[in-house]
């Protein structure tokens, strides 16, 4: 390839996505609008906790072949385009396109010639089209000749393994209109289908199958949505299995064990817990849900694994509630911010929503999370619900009932009689059954997971 790779947005996705290319042998210009984020990347650093990515960009900056710049219009010529921009939820719960649809504007203001425009971004049913009518628009407008040809290539990283699963995927989705477009994306992507990576892969992880599927724009676009309701659906259900176990006295644990041992269901996002979180399932069932909602079709799988999630999302209340009357002056101790281990991601955790429910019922919330430091701001909650401790001992002192919300590792660790002669109170819900039971009340404390018997 003679031309630069562009990569427009580096976030987890894009981040990674411009890092991993230039590992593979590619020159890459990256844009990022953030001057926070891209004063860290042109430093040679990393602004988001992903494993391997640190590892990527130094192979990168060692062998130049990376530059980050602010604006589209500093891309030089280029003629393959990564659009990696964010996609969060609307008012309406669709996905806002403001910021893939500005992209694509901008791109038309600086390509020419042939260009591929491939579309990482998730995106709504259609929404490729519209990006291709946005390029050629800006195109005809600033007296540009060429042709533009779009690639919806859905990604399905998950952040805090993000490199490992662009560099070893199970699938990689290409979706066009273009059968020379595709066959180049094809070629780009050959080192990862062969799983033929260059020295150096900081993964350490071994060959994937990294399955090839070709198809349209729009069937492309469904798989990302269809792929993510399914793992939102599956874990709604066990959660719905374990509101079930509670009132019939069964065990969850034991129950999503043996379901998993069915190869036929795998025991893959079957673990019980607080629901789902993250900056895509939530988002992506929405946006699926509206679309089908749009053409007249109510899904109502959809919307049901969205009430469960909510639900779920509750219980920790529920259980303080139940413990602890309507004490407005109690002090809970979360244990876990990011919406999952291994990720400093708390876009739409459930930490924060338990969080804002607490402190709006007038309870003390304070919260310790191993990576996250401090909330950031534009998060769907008001940060001064919360106070972040340093350590889970500054967290749990004087707390009435500590809940742990992510199952960090360390998590596991805990010394609980340590804890029991910190705490006010004696209560642990343990909302994702990470923790044993038994060390727990050993402890002299009062243990509650989720969908297990009570003693
Ligand atoms: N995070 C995930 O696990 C994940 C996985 C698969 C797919 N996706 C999808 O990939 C997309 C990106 O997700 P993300 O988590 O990386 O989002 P993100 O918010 O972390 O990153 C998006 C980045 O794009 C930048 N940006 C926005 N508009 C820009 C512009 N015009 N020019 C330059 N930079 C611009 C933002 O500053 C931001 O840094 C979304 O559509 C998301 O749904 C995310």
């Given at each position: 390839?003679d031309?630069?790779i562009?990569?427009?947005?580096t976030?987890?996705v894009?981040?990674?996505?411009?890092?991993?290319?230039?590992?593979?042998?590619?020159d890459?210009?990256?844009?990022e609008?953030?001057?926070?984020?891209?004063a860290v990347?042109q430093?040679g650093?990393?602004?988001v906790?992903?494993s391997?990515?640190e590892?990527?960009m130094?192979?990168?900056?060692e062998?130049?072949?990376i530059r980050?710049?602010?604006?589209?219009?500093?891309?030089?010529?280029?003629d393959?385009v990564?659009?990696?921009?964010?996609?969060?939820?609307d008012?309406?719960?669709?996905?806002?396109?403001?910021a893939?649809?500005?992209?694509a504007?901008n791109?038309?203001?600086?390509?020419?010639?042939?260009?591929?425009?491939?579309?990482?971004s998730?995106?709504?049913?259609?929404?490729?089209f519209r990006?291709?009518?946005?390029?050629?628009k800006?195109?005809a407008a600033?007296?540009?000749?060429?042709?533009?040809?779009?690639v919806?290539?859905?990604?399905?990283l998950?952040?805090?393994?993000?490199?490992?699963d662009?560099?070893?995927?199970d699938?990689?989705?290409?979706g066009?209109?273009?059968?020379?477009a595709?066959?180049?994306?094809?070629?780009l992507?050959q080192?990862?289908?062969?799983?033929e990576?260059?020295?150096g892969?900081?993964?350490?992880?071994?060959n994937?199958?990294?399955h090839?599927?070709?198809?349209d724009?729009?069937?492309a676009e469904?798989?990302?949505?269809?792929?993510n309701?399914?793992?939102a659906v599956?874990?709604?259900?066990?959660?719905?299995m374990?509101?079930?176990?509670e009132?019939?006295g069964?065990?969850?644990?034991t129950?999503s064990?043996?379901?998993?041992?069915?190869?036929?269901?795998?025991?893959?996002?079957?673990?019980?817990?607080?629901g789902?979180?993250?900056?895509?399932?939530?988002?992506?069932l929405a946006?699926l849900?509206l679309?089908?909602?749009?053409?007249?079709y109510?899904?109502?799988?959809?919307?049901a694994?969205r009430?469960?999630?909510?639900?779920q999302?509750?219980?920790?209340?529920?259980r303080?509630r139940r413990?602890?009357?309507?004490?407005?002056s109690?002090?809970?101790a979360?244990?876990?911010?990011a919406?999952?281990?291994?990720?400093?991601d708390?876009?739409d955790?459930?930490a924060?929503?338990?969080?804002?429910?607490?402190?709006?019922?007038?309870?003390?919330?304070?919260?310790?999370d191993p990576?996250?430091?401090?909330?950031?701001?534009?998060?769907?909650?008001?940060?001064?619900t919360?106070t972040?401790?340093a350590?889970i001992?500054?967290?749990v002192?004087?707390?009435?009932?500590v809940a742990?919300?992510?199952e960090?590792p360390?998590f596991t660790e805990?010394d609980?009689?340590?804890?029991?002669?910190?705490?006010?109170?004696n209560?642990?819900?343990?909302?994702?059954?990470?923790l044993?039971?038994?060390?727990?009340?050993?402890?002299?404390?009062?243990?509650e997971?989720?969908?297990r018997?009570?003693?």
């Amino acid at each position: 390839m003679d031309q630069p790779i562009a990569v427009i947005g580096t976030g987890y996705v894009g981040g990674v996505v411009a890092g991993a290319l230039a590992y593979l042998g590619h020159d890459v210009v990256a844009v990022e609008r953030d001057p926070e984020k891209l004063a860290v990347f042109q430093a040679g650093g990393v602004p988001v906790h992903e494993s391997g990515l640190e590892e990527l960009m130094a192979i990168a900056h060692e062998a130049d072949r990376i530059r980050f710049v602010a604006e589209v219009k500093e891309i030089g010529n280029v003629d393959i385009v990564f659009l990696c921009v964010g996609t969060p939820q609307d008012r309406d719960g669709d996905a806002d396109l403001t910021a893939i649809r500005q992209a694509a504007a901008n791109l038309g203001e600086v390509v020419s010639g042939r260009t591929i425009v491939v579309t990482k971004s998730t995106v709504p049913i259609g929404t490729n089209f519209r990006v291709q009518l946005d390029v050629e628009k800006a195109m005809a407008a600033t007296g540009r000749e060429g042709s533009i040809a779009v690639v919806s290539n859905p990604e399905f990283l998950r952040t805090g393994t993000a490199v490992g699963d662009f560099l070893h995927p199970d699938r990689v989705v290409l979706g066009s209109d273009d059968e020379a477009a595709m066959a180049t994306i094809v070629d780009l992507y050959q080192p990862i289908l062969r799983q033929e990576l260059p020295p150096g892969d900081p993964t350490g992880l071994p060959n994937s199958s990294a399955h090839l599927v070709t198809t349209d724009l729009v069937s492309a676009e469904l798989i990302k949505y269809a792929a993510n309701s399914f793992l939102a659906v599956k874990i709604s259900y066990i959660n719905e299995m374990a509101q079930i176990c509670e009132l019939v006295g069964a065990d969850i644990e034991t129950i999503s064990t043996a379901l998993g041992l069915d190869h036929r269901i795998s025991p893959l996002f079957l673990r019980p817990g607080l629901g789902y979180g993250g900056s895509c399932l939530g988002k992506d069932l929405a946006s699926l849900t509206l679309t089908a909602r749009e053409l007249g079709y109510s899904a109502p799988l959809l919307e049901a694994t969205r009430t469960v999630n909510e639900l779920q999302r509750g219980e920790v209340v529920r259980r303080l509630r139940r413990h602890l009357g309507d004490a407005t002056s109690a002090k809970v101790a979360l244990l876990g911010l990011a919406f999952k281990p291994g990720t400093d991601d708390v876009r739409d955790a459930p930490a924060l929503h338990i969080a804002q429910t607490l402190h709006d019922a007038g309870l003390e919330v304070v919260a310790y999370d191993p990576v996250v430091r401090e909330l950031p701001a534009n998060v769907g909650i008001d940060p001064t619900t919360t106070t972040v401790a340093a350590s889970i001992e500054e967290a749990v002192t004087g707390a009435d009932a500590v809940a742990l919300i992510t199952e960090w590792p360390e998590f596991t660790e805990i010394d609980w009689p340590a804890i029991e002669r910190l705490m006010r109170g004696n209560l642990v819900i343990d909302g994702r059954n990470a923790l044993d039971p038994d060390t727990v009340r050993a402890a002299g404390l009062t243990y509650e997971g989720i969908g297990r018997p009570y003693p």
